[in-house]
């Protein structure tokens, strides 16, 4: 599996951005993908993910705010993020894996696969 992120750039606080996920080489629709993001200097950290049945999970900073959503047909997960705040400013990565489970979802280690990253920068 290959996935490419985009979406990134650069934003104003309080707005919004959607980022893609597309996956080329097999259909991603069995795997649980997830976004993660690292700021400079700090830990990789989970944002959120979507399993195999479409349920979704956040981190709990991006509850309300962030929307992730996957498109079976088209083998893209996105994130849309709103109400962005300078905080989020990040490299956006998207990772996936097929053998998650729930109590590792939120661990970059376990997941196999990953996009190469995309900025985004929220200026105040």
């Known amino acids: 599996v290959q996935l490419q992120a985009s979406g990134g750039g650069l934003v104003q606080a309080g707005g919004s951005l959607r980022l893609s996920c597309a996956a080329s080489g097999r259909s991603i629709s069995r795997h649980v993908v997830g976004w993660f993001r690292q700021a400079p200097g700090k830990e990789r950290e989970f944002v959120a993910a979507?399993?195999?049945?479409?349920?979704?999970y956040y981190a709990d900073s991006e509850k309300g705010r962030f929307t992730i959503s996957r498109d079976n047909a088209k083998n893209t997960v996105y994130l849309q993020m709103n109400s962005l705040k300078p905080e989020d400013t990040a490299v956006y990565y998207c990772?996936?894996?097929?053998?998650?489970?729930?109590?590792?979802?939120?661990?970059?280690?376990?997941?196999?696969?990953w996009g190469q990253g995309t900025l985004v920068t929220v200026s105040s």
């Open positions: 990772a996936a894996d097929q053998s998650i489970i729930m109590s590792s979802m939120t661990s970059y280690h376990h997941y196999a696969y």
């Open positions: 979507i399993w195999r049945s479409g349920a979704t």
